[in-house]
């Protein structure tokens, strides 16, 4: 983890993707994350993927380089220390209902410059999830190639929700150094999506045609790309996005010849014009799977990466973890003392960031394994008084686990 926000101490009361995911952005920056849960673990504590123990990896690698104080949120005393705890450091990242004990006008009675930063499903308040919000805006009905809606797996709404959310919250932080004021930011999945289908031209898209976008299973929409089978069966996809990239697809290919008929046949040039390449498809798709399908893998993507030509093999989850590149020799992974026992590459902070050290990834705590620490640096507790509140069953320690 970095340092670069060393000097900066966020609260966060979350559970599932989005809200964790911005608290561990945060952290691995370098910010001390504290993150408060119910005593045993929230609703996310023992979400699959889970070992044969039940430790969730989900969970230990969302929580990473936090710090977890358990407190017995159904009890009034339990609710009161975390917001004590929201006062005392002045910056929360949460997804809880913004009505209730966590709403922003009651944490920031006595803390007027406090940022909060909201996580939620729909701007109204009404609950939501990633995977309704993305059929809600129409992804699924132009996944695949038809008539059944396709999901997908990743929760990219979540990730964008809460990488939004970290970033929200630092531009909240740096108005608050400016004004001395302090602010409500709320981050809904409904608007991250449908504000993402704005931003890629989704909505003037459907407006303007007015109709939906063909399927096209996968098929690059607007440019010359699609998977293509080898001849040595495997299965790789291949996109071009430069007049380089397609000369060079052209050449390694040897299908001048047969790509100068079509131009002459449809009176276009494919060399400088995507939507040319993408609207005639049905003539050079063809031509290409036979020059594809002649060569091994092997052989075409030698020539591909001479070729400066953007290609990749379809594999799995596990054949991509075994990959020297993207995980065995990735200085962004490395070795952690994970609460799950199991040993694995950990990832730390994405970026690089020259003349700062990336550092070695940190493990995600125990529940409530800082929870004395926290207490007593944060609120001033004494040991007497953690120890009331540890015997009452209002504050857990990962020693009571």
């Known amino acids: 983890m970095y340092d670069l926000l060393g000097n900066l101490t966020i609260i966060e009361a979350s559970s599932f993707v989005a809200s964790p995911t911005a608290g561990l952005y945060c952290a691995q920056m370098g910010a001390e994350v504290v993150r408060v849960d119910q005593i045993g673990g929230g609703p996310d504590f023992r979400r699959w993927p ?4 039940n430790d969730s990896l989900y969970w230990e690698n969302l929580n ?6 358990a407190l017995d949120l159904d009890k009034p005393e339990g609710r009161e220390l975390l917001q004590a705890l929201v006062r005392a450091t002045g910056q929360f990242i949460t997804n809880f209902p913004a009505e209730g004990f966590l709403s922003h006008e009651k944490l920031a009675q006595g803390r007027a410059d406090l940022v909060t930063v909201r996580v939620m499903g729909w701007a109204d308040g009404s609950p939501a999830l990633d995977y309704t919000i993305n059929n809600t805006v129409g992804y699924p009905m132009m996944t695949g190639a038809g008539p059944a809606p396709v999901n997908h797996v990743l929760p990219a709404w979540d990730l964008l929700s809460g990488a939004y959310a970290a970033f929200a919250l630092l531009a909240a932080i740096q108005r608050r150094s ?11 999945l409904s608007d991250v999506a449908i504000g993402t289908v704005a931003n890629l031209g989704g909505i003037a898209e459907v407006l303007y045609g007015g109709a939906n976008r063909t399927r096209l299973g996968n ?7 699609r998977d293509f089978v ?10 071009v996005v430069t007049p380089r990239q397609w000369s060079n697809l052209v ?3 040897g299908i001048g010849d047969a790509v100068a008929r079509i131009e002459a046949e449809r009176a276009v040039s494919f060399a400088k014009d995507d939507g040319l390449r993408f609207t005639h498809r049905d003539a050079l798709f063809p031509v290409f799977e036979a020059a594809i399908s002649a060569r091994t893998h092997a052989d075409l993507a030698a020539a591909f990466d001479a070729g400066g030509i953007v290609h990749s093999p379809y594999r799995t989850m596990l054949d991509a973890v075994h990959d020297p590149v993207l995980v065995q020799d990735n200085p962004m992974f490395g070795q952690a003392s994970n609460p799950s026992g199991f040993d694995y590459p950990a990832a730390g902070p994405f970026a690089t960031v020259p003349q700062h050290e990336r550092g070695t990834p940190q493990p995600a705590p125990r529940n409530g394994q800082h929870s004395e620490e926290v207490l007593g640096e944060r609120l001033g507790l004494s040991s007497g008084e953690i120890g009331r509140l540890i015997d009452a069953g209002i504050v857990g320690t990962a020693g009571a686990e």
């Open 219 to 225: 098929t690059v929409y607007g440019l010359f790309g």
């Open 251 to 253: 050449a390694v290919l």
């Open 64 to 69: 990473r380089a936090k710090k977890s104080v």
């Open 178 to 188: 400016v004004t001395g004021q302090g602010s409500e930011v709320r981050v809904p």
């Open 230 to 239: 080898t001849a040595d069966g495997q299965r790789t996809m291949i996109v």
């Open 50 to 53: 889970v070992t044969a123990q």
